[in-house]
């Protein structure tokens, strides 16, 4: 914490200032301090928050876009509940946007609603968004710093995170601030001064300006100081610094020429010493400042997540462990053993036997460690190896539960209903209300029944999201089995990246509805757009009840179609059109357009499918057979007469034919015997003649693949059938056999393990040797005249 004075005295501990004040009042002296954090860290914002309360400020500035200021009254709403971030974006481009993410143990939330408690004016103070977000690709950032990591150095800690946690986290003092900030007056001493760059700023992409101690991203867990040095470039104050601390200088001025008396400056530790001191003239400053690129851009609050405060997420300005500062923050009374119950208690909710015994003596673990440590309090260290010795047994894999639900967390903050944002953003927060839908971070199953409208809702809903690009819900399968349509299990889980993602949709209309319309009919409209991509389109378009492009994309697939002159693409198409009539019915939607097309689809399948079946090499008949098998499926779950039909009548033509592939005309003989279009002698006749002399044994083999595909149970009930199989097979010679076999091992390896064995045991059964004649057939005395002694005894007794 370093006190300024205007008066031109001497400095008081962390420098002075000589700062006129507004009314040329000498004796009217303004106060200044600075109060160097760290980002996100618990003992930091309980160090502040009491430092704010001595001191009682008029004013306050905090490191953050200064162009969010209107933003700040909404700190005060009932609903702001953190973790929350600040989202600034160009309307123009969405895509390019960045994040300022707070939470309830962030230094600056406190300063923040300290301001609101005491109706002390807040400011942020760093260089704006709009000027953050104009920076190009190749003018962002440079190379990364660690201060914290060289002070852990120095301290002879081989990890920067376990030494801030020793040092701060666990001893909150107010007095703290001084001696932080002249550690890093002295790192910045030595620190040489990049030379002047294009770097104009951070990487706009980023969730946060890439820094810890302001200007160092953190070390992962267990990283020591040589996974620090090949990471981090050595200490430089940059060109970017440079330019925010400037920034920073200039907002101080203004407030304090706006009359401010007691004036506290919230920032990052490695910027406190260039704020610290007599201000000087501003004239460096403005220069400093002059010329940079400026964009338009929008803010608005978003909820966050503790993961994406972790960083292991990517964030540069992330701490190893959110929901442990959370909790080091929120519980002040016996943290360590309340800890220790949660703890507790998430093993207890995996199924893992945990006691008290084992609470117990987990915490006198953790504060033995503490105690040879000369720790005041145990710290994360301690705790995760109390954990890991008593509650684990050194399990890392139960570990592991705990550092991510607990350590890290999943925690999903909360904003008012009021804060700015596109009407698309808008529209879904009335939709997720109405629904009774709960915004989650942790992954939920919901089942929905179709049958009732508000789950219908819900299904438009989350396939609406799906289609505009934001994965809120993932279509999975449910623990209730269901074979109709009336029933979609859904896996929730909502990430704040999505909330870029509206953002991006809003270009695409103000609703949910208008805008997944107005997206799937220029997908559709595409000149590259394949009739199976329309017939998904269509299908998602229905599952979405978007009516207002249903007729679009109805003509456009129908024009599609009929340029369309590769089957291959209308057996593709047709399962998808046949799912969306089927979804049609159970939603009460009209579907005699889209059956006219399904129409109009097989028509030109059955008249090109003959044609296209010839002259195929192994791959390609293969392919063909998979969508002959998904369209035999499709139209027999249609159930239109004239279509199945036209079908079969289509299945015959081929299966009649000697210059098809053996797996299509095998599969073709198959399907026209499930249907009863051929009889069993019919398809033993078949059989037979694919297994003659004439044809090649690779021939064969292709044929019985195709016929079987995967029914490994019609061998165990058609006896005939696998004696006829089996006697093909063994009149191979060695060599026909050897070429033979890969392809009958994928015949046979696609059945279940139940089916190989009930196959082996008609074999057994059955019998395949050749009958002896009955002329030859041996006799033995000694078994007939066990048998006449059995039978005698049995007549005997019974006599």
Request: proline letters at 6%; hydrophobic letters at 45%; one cysteine or more.
């Amino acid at each position: 914490m370093s006190e300024q004075t205007d008066d031109g005295a001497n400095p008081l501990p962390g420098g002075t200032a000589t700062v006129p004040g507004p009314d040329g009042d000498a004796g009217a002296t303004p106060v200044t301090r600075v109060f160097g954090i760290r980002h996100h860290g618990p003992g930091s914002a309980r160090s502040l928050r009491l430092a704010l309360e001595e001191f009682g400020p008029d004013a306050i500035l905090i490191e953050g876009p200064a162009d969010a200021d209107p933003l700040v009254g909404f700190v005060a709403a009932d609903t702001m509940t953190p973790p929350v971030a600040l989202l600034a974006y160009v309307p123009d481009s969405p895509a390019r946007a960045a994040f300022w993410p707070f939470a309830v143990f962030s230094p600056e939330w406190q300063a923040m609603r300290y301001g609101v408690d005491h109706a002390v004016p807040v400011r942020f103070c760093d260089l704006p968004a709009s000027q953050v977000l104009a920076a190009d690709d190749a003018d962002r950032g440079g190379d990364r710093t660690d201060p914290l990591g060289t002070l852990a150095a120095a301290a002879g800690y081989d990890d920067a995170e376990r030494w801030w946690d020793a040092v701060v986290e666990s001893v909150p003092d107010s007095t703290a601030f001084d001696a932080i900030t002249e550690a890093m007056a002295a790192l910045r001493e030595d620190a040489p001064v990049s030379p002047e760059t294009d770097a104009t700023d951070a990487d706009p992409s980023a969730v946060e300006p890439p820094e810890t101690l302001d200007g160092a991203p953190g070390a992962s867990p267990g990283e020591g100081s040589a996974t620090a040095a090949r990471e981090f470039a050595p200490l430089v104050v940059d060109q970017h610094t440079l330019r925010r601390e400037a920034h920073m200088r200039q907002t101080m001025r203004q407030v304090l020429k706006g009359g401010a008396r007691r004036l506290a400056v919230v920032c990052g530790a490695w910027h406190a010493p260039a704020l610290t001191g007599p201000l000087g003239p501003a004239a460096p400053d403005t220069r400093l400042l002059k010329g940079l690129p400026k964009t338009k851009a929008a803010l608005t609050w978003v909820p966050w997540t503790h993961s994406r405060l972790a960083a292991g997420s990517g964030y540069g300005a992330g701490v190893t462990s959110p929901g442990w500062y959370h909790h080091l923050f929120s519980e002040t009374e016996r943290p360590v053993a309340r800890w220790l119950t949660k703890v507790a208690g998430v093993l207890r909710a995996h199924d893992l036997p945990v006691s008290s015994a084992h609470i117990i003596e987990s915490v006198r673990l953790a504060d033995t460690l503490a105690a040879l440590r000369g720790r005041p309090l145990a710290g994360l260290s301690e705790v995760t190896e109390a954990v890991r010795s008593v509650m684990c047994g050194g399990d890392e894999t139960m570990l592991r539960l705990v550092v991510d639900e607990l350590v890290v967390g999943e925690t999903l903050g909360g904003v008012p209903e009021d804060t700015p944002t596109v009407p698309l953003a808008a529209d879904l927060r009335a939709r997720i209300k109405t629904l009774r839908l709960k915004q989650e971070p942790l992954a939920r199953t919901v089942d929905l029944d179709l049958r009732k409208e508000r789950e219908v809702q819900r299904s438009h809903l989350l396939h609406r999201l799906r289609l505009l690009g934001i994965d809120w819900g993932t279509p999975t399968v449910g623990e209730t089995r269901n074979t109709g349509t009336f029933r979609e299990t859904w896996s929730l889980r909502w990430e704040p990246e999505f909330e870029v993602r509206i953002v991006e949709a809003a270009v695409w209309g103000t609703t949910l509805r208008t805008a997944s319309e107005a997206k799937i009919l220029d997908t559709a409209s595409r000149d590259d757009v394949t009739v199976a991509a329309l017939a998904d389109a269509l299908e998602l378009a229905l599952l979405a009840d978007l009516g207002g492009a249903t007729e679009g994309l109805i003509t456009r697939l129908e024009a599609a179609a009929a340029l369309d002159h590769d089957v291959t693409h209308l057996l593709t198409a047709l399962p998808g059109l046949t799912r969306t009539l089927r979804y049609g019915d159970v939603r009460g939607t009209d579907t005699k357009a889209l059956a006219h097309v399904a129409d109009g689809l097989l028509v030109r399948i059955c008249a090109g499918l003959p044609g296209a079946v010839t002259g195929l090499d192994t791959d390609a008949a293969e392919a063909l057979r998979a969508q002959i098998d998904a369209a035999h499926t499709a139209i027999g779950t249609r159930d239109n007469e004239h279509a199945t039909a036209e079908w079969l009548a289509t299945l015959q033509r081929i299966a009649d034919r000697d210059d098809v592939h053996g797996a299509i005309a095998g599969r073709a003989v198959r399907l026209l015997c499930d249907a009863e279009r051929i009889d069993d002698a019919d398809s033993a006749r078949r059989l037979a003649a694919a297994l003659s002399v004439g044809n090649t044994p690779a021939a064969k083999a292709a044929w019985i693949d195709g016929f079987l595909g995967g029914r490994g149970l019609l061998l165990v009930h058609d006896r005939e059938l696998l004696r006829r199989i089996d006697e093909w097979l063994r009149g191979l010679a060695e060599d026909q056999f050897v070429a033979t076999l890969p392809l009958l091992r994928r015949t046979f390896g696609s059945f279940e393990s139940g089916e190989r064995r009930a196959i082996g045991q008609a074999l057994r059964d059955t019998g395949t040797t050749t009958p002896v004649a009955s002329g030859t057939t041996a006799v033995d005395p000694a078994r007939g005249q066990r048998a006449l002694l059995a039978a005698t005894t049995i007549l005997g007794a019974a006599g």
